[in-house]
């Protein structure tokens, strides 16, 4: 069963990255947008990834080709999250999608 039909929402991965010009301040870059389906996790459900960086409050389901690493932030509308750890590949077969654990921030 494919997931794809249920990736109705899009979402943009930011980068923090230095800036091209003076005065080469960080600044978060964005990214090229990609598809998913976001959900609430439960406080039971909560996830911590190995090194306790933080506790998730969000789960993003995408393609798993989608390339996002931790630290960087996914942009959803006017909300900004932050992602925990790095994408969980699901392997139920080749390819079949990631899971992303993020934490919203307020800007």
Known sequence: MSLDKYYTETFIPYSWTASAAWPYEPTWTAGSSFSGAIDTISSRESYSDGNL??????LILTKASTTITKGMRIGYGS???????????IQLRPGHHAEIYVKEVTT
Request: hydrophobic content about 30%; aromatic content about 6%; glycine content about 12%.
């Open 53 to 58: 960086s933080g506790i998730s409050s969000h």
């Open 79 to 89: 909300r900004m999250f932050d992602v925990m750890g790095p994408p969980d590949t």
